[in-house]
Structures are given as C-alpha cells and as structure tokens.
C-alpha cells in the first residue's frame, strides 16, 4: 500500500506542477518540480524518504536512456564513435582526475580514492534538465547534439568509476590493469548485452507484430518491459545496466525504420504511450530530488554550519574545474569530429559554443542516486565522510542548474516562432468553420450535418472569448437578425406561392410565441422573460398536482376525442399539420444557409471569433425541434464517408493556406498532424462501436 501512495503522490505532483507551470512561465519547470518534490517531503509518506538507487536506476533511469537510445540511430553512432568515446569516456575520466585533485588538496583528511568516488558521483550530465532550463531560448544545433550524446553515455561512464573507486577503498589497493580490465569488462559487456537482447527482441516483436491476433497487447507490454528486463539482465552479468539498455533503444531505433509504414496502428500507440511515460518520469526525476532535499538539509544541520559553508566552497570549487574543463576542452578540440559541435577556431562563435557546452555541464538526480547509493560500511568500517559526500554531491547539482538557468537565458537568443499561439488557434478555428461549411453543402441531412457540426466544432478546444461582451452582443444581434429573416422569408413570393395563408400566419405566430425576444441591451427584459417562464412552470406544475395528470395530456385526449367526432375537420387538420411540417422544413433549410452565408462572410474577411454563430444555431434548431414536436435526444448514425470528408476539406483549407503563404510550414504541419489523430481517433470510436453491435 506504501507503494501507490508512493506512486500517487508522484503522479498528483506532476499533475500539479503542469497546472502552476503556465502560471509562472518565468521559471523553468525543473525548479517548480523540485519546489512541489520539497513540499511532497512533508507529508506522511515522504517525512522518512531515502532514495533506493538501484530501485531507482532500475525503475526511472533504466527506461529513460531507453528512450534516449531509440532517438539515435545506428550510422549516427558509427559517424560520431570518436567524439562520443571523447565525450562520455575521456572528457568524463579528465573531468574526475581535476575534481579528484582539488577535492584531495581541500579535504586534506579525505584520501584520494575517496576524492575520486565524489568526482565519479558529479560527473554524469543531464541534458533533459538543460532543455527544461533553456526550454524558451534557442541552443546552437551542434552544441545540443554534443550535450545529448555527451549524457547519453557518461552515466555508465561515472557508475563504473564509482565502483572502481569504492573498490579501491575497500581493497585499499588499486592496479591500472586491473582496473582497465575491469572497466573495459563493464563497459563493453554491457553494450554487447543490450545489442543481442536488442535484435533478439525486434526479431520477436516483429514476428508478433505480423502474425499475432493482436498485435498491440502482444508488443506493447513486451515493449514496456524491455528496459527494465535488459537492464536486470546486463546487472545479473555485472555488466553496465545503462549502456545495456542504451545499446537495446538503439537498436530498437532501426526496428522502427524496418516497419516503416506497416503495423502503423501499433507503432502509433507505442509511440504515444513511451512519450507519456517519458515526459511522467522526467517529471518524477526531479520531484524525487526535491523529496531527498528534505534529508539532505538534515545532515547539513548535524555536520554544523562552519562545516556545511566548507562544504559549499569546495562545491562551487569542484563547479568551477568541470566548467573549466569543458570549457578549455570544447575550446582547443581541432578534430573533424568536435569541430562539427563547436564550430572552427577561426568561427566567431567557436568561443561561445564552448561556454555554452560548459555551462549547460549540468547534474541531475543520477548525482544524488550514485550519492545515496554510497555503502554505510565498507572494508568492516563505517564509511568515511558519507554524509559529507551526499551534501557535496546536492550542492553541485544545485549549483549547476541555478547558473545554468541564470546564465544560459542571458547567452542564448530567445527562441524564435514563425508563429503566435493566437494565429494558431485562430487558423484552427478557420479549419473548423471551412470544414462546417463544406459538410452544409454537401449533406442533405440536417440532423446529419448537425452533429457534424457538434465534432468538428470540438476541434477549437475550450472557447477563447477575449471579449464576453462583444460576443454575448454578436449573437442577440444575430439570433435578432434571423428571426427577422424567418418573418421576411414567410412573406416571401417563394413561401406565397406554395402554401396557404393560414398555414403560413399560423406558423408565423409559433415562431413569435417561440421564438424569444432578443434584447442586446436590456437586462430587465432578459429578467422579465425569465420570471415569465419561471411563472408558467410553476402554474403548471401547480394544476399537475391538482388534477394528478398532465396538462399537456389532457389537451392532447380532448384534441383527440373532438377530432374523432368531425371527420372533417380532422382531415382540414392533418394537412394543415403536415403543410406546417413541411414549411418548418423549408424554413430550416433557409435558415442554414442564412446562417452559412453569414459565417462564409466573416471567414472571406478573416474574422476568427465565430462561435456566436453556433450558439445562435444551436438556439434556433432547439425551436425547429419543438414545431416539428421532435424530442428524441438519440443522435443520427452517420456514415464513416462523412467524416472523411470533413476531415478531407481541413486538409483541403490547410494545404490551401499554406500555398498562398497565409501560414508558415510548422504551423500546416501542426495543423496536419491534429487532423490526422482526430481521423485516427474518430476511426477508432467507429470500429469500437461497430464491434458491439
């Protein structure tokens, strides 16, 4: 039960830092994660939190480099071996010798094996915090290239460091060789693993994938098993778990491109759900180092506060070598390979490049689970300085992401859009209205076109009203304008000429008696009607319970039982009925394309804020149904060809648009992509409900 308590509270803190996000867009998402992880520490669950590592590792790093390695593709890592072996390999080991050194020379009480275990611990990166801190500005292609595959391999990189140096401490000896042998045994094992679980795995999953009764239960729990199953695997082998199930998401990477278009159902959710996951324990990543905050602030008040501000200096000390490192490293590099990152020396920006990749040199919870993971005893004795090293470990990680987030928005050029999320939305709503408009054309149907209506209009999402007032005039001037049409048409030549006066007058006076006032500017009129509706219902409520039975039911057995007796005039009224029937028809049908017209108008003149015109719709088909005595609530089928169409005359307006340069690429193929999941979900919805039938 601890368990999905545990889980809960995760899930209920990235939910609610989704919600404060767009609330305080200044702030980089990181830092309110870590905020909503502080205040999740406090409660029950949370008050003796310590981070389990291998649980950890096991269940949030494992399908996260994943995820990480089904990015990347077979020929980029054959391209960029070198610079991917000088990043996360000899960047990492230069990194941690100049940390060993000045953490040896600080603490003069800790012995360099143990000076190395701290570098080993601050050495991986992580490139996921440095987009979250830097998500509005816009980093140079060939540096965030660098960061990503820099992070994509350094953790196995410090993890393997770490047991060698824990290794050492314990043995109190260490040889080159040995440790080479080791390291060399971890590393390439590791990548070995993953690669032939890797292919064995695509080798099943793509058997399943054409020969399965159902693909997508069969692939996608053995997908979302694969990490975790790789990474269990590559450790019971004393193997790298990391590069195992790095090496497996790149070979998943070329499963990807052999399916191409086939199984584009399976490949569609998979992808839609691993994204979800992705985005969830990235979130969780930094809400569980905020939680362990809360345990580290109480050693730093147990070691005491001239012991703790040593602690720091030495923090900012081991930040400022690896800023120095990278820095010089990305400066001096003149290899083919790096060049392609940071640009010849001879470019401007070579130097920028390189404070840039120094900067964004930032530390994550991967930090803090190597930290945690430190043993309480090791040789038959309590582990030296352990809580020093934990401290240490959260300072530079705070350290790092609070000048990264400083620096970087001030470095970088703020990230440019070829468009607002106002034009967005507004094209959206003119896709919409287009589509509505194609569909009243085409389809004889009004219920029909109707609902048609109803779904595409869920396309615009919430309604965005800038001016309540503005919209709440546009349609009581509106819902006015189209009754005097109604009257205008009824007296028609048209109307005249196909049916009788009477039949006509009385129709008219339905539609004075239904038909509400509108009253743009009089709230006492609105009041009025209000209290006159409220004064009926009550009358007739009242005479129900006098009389216990209908109103209404009566006046029908008394209509009924007259007409029974004058046969004639019961013929007089049944034509009468179906001639007003028929007329309430003709008006529907003008009224639609009244209210077409008024809609084609406002889009021919860019006008966006449409959905008055809906509403007044909706109003008016509400009296047609009450006429026509229709009160079934039962929505028309209607056939799968409609849709397409409507969905076709989207694509159709988006296409359109972008030849005559009214929208920008990214903006269509945005646009492309929603009608493309709407289709894809309508189509779904359909065989669900074909299938219970």
Known sequence: MTILYTLALLLIGVIGTNIIQPFLPKIPETFILIIVGICLSFTPTFKNFELEPEFFMLMVIAPLMFLDGQRQSFKKIRERFKVIFLLSVVLAIGSAAAVGIIANRIEVAWTFPLAITLAAIVVPTDAVAVKSLTSGTSMPKGV?????????????????????????????????????????????????????SGFALVWLRTTLNFRASDPETTILPIGLLTPFAVYLLAEFFNTSGILAVVATGIVHNWESSKLRLTSTRVQLTQSAVWHTISNILNSIVFLILGISLRSVWHEVTNIGIRLSLQLVVLALLIYLTMFIVRFLWAKNADDRDTTAFFGDRSDKHHTLNARLFAISGVHGTVTLAMAFSLPTQIGGQNFPYREELIIVATLVILISMLISAVLLPILLPSKTQSFTDNELNHTRDQMADYAILQIHQNINDHDVREKLT???????????????????????DLLSQTKTFVLTYLNSDQVNNHYTRPVIDTYQKIINRLYPAAHPHNPKAMLQSAKQRFQNQYKHTKLYHQNKKLIKRQKMLLQENWLSQNENQRQDWLNTRDELLELNYDVIEAVDAYLDDTLSQRLDDQYTDNQYIDYVRHEINHYFSIIKRDYKKDKPDIDNGFYMQAFQSEYNFVQQALMDNRISDTMANILYSEINQAQTLQLQQIRQLQSLN
């Open 144 to 196: 965030n290239e660098a960061l990503e595959l820099e992070s994509l391999f350094n953790d196995a990189t410090g993890l393997v460091m770490l047991d060698l140096a824990l290794s050492v401490l314990e043995k109190g000896s260490f040889s080159i060789f040995s440790g080479l042998q080791h390291f060399l045994f971890v590393a390439i094992g590791g990548v070995i693993i993953g690669i032939i």
């Open 454 to 476: 109803e779904q595409l209009q869920s396309q615009k999402g919430f309604i965005r009203i800038n001016d309540r007032q503005e919209m709440l005039k546009n349609y009581q």
